[in-house]
């Protein structure tokens, strides 16, 4: 593999060691473990992660109400396994020289190389190859080659995982929530204490001390296993497993690489977000992919509609076993779902806005439960899978959630003189919340109530319930403005004052943490794309989407991750070119850059995913029309060339735009 | 004072011990005492309370955001007065026989009676007479006589005040929030842990052990002192007090009396509401009227608009000191709610929702902090009080509340195609939160800017801001739906579902504790008097008011105390006289009859003033206007006259109606 798959320090835009532990970190779907430093610097936040491995607590409101979701659930902040106490001589404090990390996103292999110095100047050289098995995803394995550069003398080596005791509280910064929880550690496994969750872990300790002269070195290997079953007792070998490990990567770049020609970073950051979603994805079925991935503890580890709507795209087109089992964990929590919708008196099932184990976890529900629109997101997701990549077995194995979806809407709506509304909900847009009729929600709505219709007649099954879903989908209302020509957000967002940009200092950014969302909500401001993220689904024609994306991109503070991406998808669409080359350049090094400031929460993943929607669906125009995947070349004038692979039934197609072919047709692909 | 001003256990509809604490508690608008038994039973919940002596604490939420109030302020439960140690011979144990009580409402004296049994049968009376001093508010008084019936022995009694320990967590029911506080108790004075506030006391414990032969008794004198300043030395005469007190309340009931014919229940429970209401104000202009008076901890001892819109007309028509010293409070808390606005991004001054130290404790913003119209109902009870009063020194030592207020609603509101608007605010129905132009919150808004601008030019001050606040005030933005001529709620009210009531078991109601809040408010449903509020203050006409009654009416739940008074005024103007009378009659005997079913938690203030308006907005129909008090006769058929007094301008007028004199005009008094 060239350059392009390597990742080294010259290239991420901020050295703090929280943010370099999150962009190197490793991940595997189940294990995920922090970059963090072998000796740890006030400042680091080292720990590993198992998807889904979470504690509950009591969520505490300072008034409570009916239906409010009951419990926090947090993944657990697990072992520190890179950390190593070191003596040399009778020394143990060291200074960091230098520090040389190397991402190999080809192979899946992290390398890294550390100079530490003593007081007495004494130079030693720490060499650690890591990776985090997709092989056998229970393994996370370490090589490590200790050698003194300037010194001979004893070296003393104790390299064991450590437990990650709890001691962060609760933070007012909703998007970070870190927390750790207590847990009960036993010979051959580790208990939560509430959510009574097990793991079971076999790890290599490694302890020596030896005298050892210049030129020579201290090596070992160590492979630590975690599993949420019992482990087999299979020993490991280090490097079979590291074999594998670059024969799956080339597996997965052969499909799912994307080449970008005329800008080396933008082409390294394009590598890096893929990297990362194939690193985090859940492929167990039970598990999904959380907002920060494996790389970090922001929100609490829990499953959004990012999934869906961000990284789901990705994944159907390239990757559609992991798609699969993705939308295989909303199967499986379906019973939960039907749960909520009954205890908050509707039929059907309601999807929680947040969650890990299926149940609600959004403690405010104006930004949480009210986004309904999950429900349609969910069901948008298993239409795409199944018209992508052809597979109906899936689908029929999991159609129940269609119709509970569908049923939910069609009692949650009601018909008026306008036709059937969707009242008190939020939209994407985080800062506008509880309106009626939010166009994207309605949208979806109707999407998922057609798509329950077709296969409830495909399957010859609830033929009269559909009836009542093509009645109301047929009559779903969508607010439009005659007089300004727009598609109105919801029935009240035109009425709203313009939020005062002009009197708006920087510092004042993200605007959630500097006013009062009963302020926010008053304005017209989003905080992301809302309308257009619709207009990208469901287009509505180039004349009027670039009218509305004249009127609400301004309005648009862009202070969600999941924002600008999807902006830039439609800016290519409607031909501004200069601004999807803009949107899509932030989305590609949004974490590389950390531009929002906050990667050492964890990566931004639905962004990761909106990367691949700038190129694919934006400068690549695709769409899915009926049986056909058809494109548009849209590639702006800064890439010389763009060159993709998807799947499409089972059959690998590759796409490839210059700027020599860019016509205004369409061409199909299938 | 004749039988009509006793309240014997016979009058109240639930005799659970709680119940009776609450009713029978006596209170002297710094200290409140409930009635509890002197030999505890499982199942009581005694306790004292000073007005605005409060503990913090800090709120947690489940995801916190910007602006959120920091701190609970909680009333503290301060001592039992009440329970008595009782030994005769060797026997501790006692079995209550019979009960006897009689609050004296014209004098503000209870008296009890009750005879307690051994297992050996020995029978001892207990005979208690206590009053909340008026005369000297840090006094508690009480006087004991102790005789055993049918026996003689040894009969031993300790007598002391009890710090009642903090037992309680907090409850889900947003009504309750019961808690009590941990106290440093020293020799002289209590103080609260994190709020630092000192309460200075003494009391006359009684401890004894004597020889008692039947015909023979125990008796004595305890007075409890309490004060948030040291004590003076004087020794308290209990039975001057006493004599004090029957003078304070024989000149209270020559004003605030109302003799209605007709239904004895229904005098009994008026008088009944206005005891407490005399009882529980606060008198020093640093504290206020809290939703359950000093009579229970419901709702933590805040303070709510209750004082404004439904306590203040009685104070200000007849005891315009109280009334005084209530608005006192509000001019002490104007530099808090000052920074209140800047901290919500906006000029002028936001009064909080609830409080007792003027900073928000609402920890639940929809239905607490975006009810912005208790700006405006502090400043409209302002004006009744000058207006009535005719106290103009007052209103100028105050009258930075209605500027203050005034500029808070400039820059809340801005100025549309419709006019000037409000948004995301939560008017009076709690049902229905943060929406665009709430009718009542708008009219109200409008007449604060316009008392502000009448003040401006009076005072010749603020002379060109008042341009700016009347041009907003007459650019009103108020809802009307043309086709069904109706007031609109708000922008989005009538747009709604309407509330499936027939498919709502009474086991549902209220509804809050029984439906999630984004269900509530998805639909046309009301918790209480909204736009029928508005009409009661700003009357469109009966026409009009008939046509809003009959559509908001039947979607009124009720579930607030604070909703059927409205209705009943409103109902009696309009001629439905039936109504009229039902609503009066509920609002008359709420907790005498215990209808709500909570009154255990503490008496409902705020329906307590909203009987006497009832009486005297409805069935007297008094307005004023301009300087005019105006009358109408809408006594309804079940009564055959009226009597009551009321202060203008520091005379009093008396108002006669009986059903002989029953027209359809106006009549003026002044």
Redesign the interface.
Known sequence: MNKEFQLTLDDVGSNGNQNIETLFALANGFLGVRASLPIAEEGCNAGSFVNGFYETSD???????????KQ?QTMVKLFDFRTIELKINDCDKFTLSSRQMNLDMGKGVLQEKYVYTTSLNQEVQIEIESFASHKNRSVYAQKWRIMPLNFSGTIGVNKQAVHIQPNKVRE?D?RKKESSAALQIDEEKVQTKNSGQILYYRFDDYQSEKLVEIGEEISFVQCYEMSKTPLSSIKIDYEVMKEAQQTIFQDFWSISDIELEGNVQLQKGIRFNLFHLFSSAGRDGKTNFSAKGLTGEGYEGHYFWDTEMYLLPFFIFTQPEIAKSLLQYRRNILPKAKERAS???YKGALFTWRTINGEET?????A???QLHINADIAYAFELYEKVTGDTKFLSSAKDVLYETARFWLDYG?Y?KRGF?L??VTGPDEYT??V?NNYYTNQMAKNNLYYAVKLANQYQEYVEEAVDWKKAADAMFVGYDEEKKLTKQD??FL???KWHFEQTPKEKYPL????????I??YQVLKQADVLLAHMLFPRGVEQEKRDFDYYEPLTTHDSSLSKAIYGVVASRIGYEKKAYDFFKESAIMDLEDTHENANHGIHAANMGGCWLGLIYGFAGLRVEGEEIVFHNHLPKEFTSLKFRYLHKGNVQEVVLTQDEKTNGDFGSS
């Open positions: 969520i505490t409101y300072g008034e409570n109400a009916y239906g409010y979701a926090h007012d909703p205890e908050l008196g959004s403690a405010y529900y104006p949480g439960t009210a009601f008026s509304e009242h008190e919340a509880l009626n029935d009240s009425e709203k004052e959630l943490l500097h006013y009062h969302p009963m302020k909500y008053k």
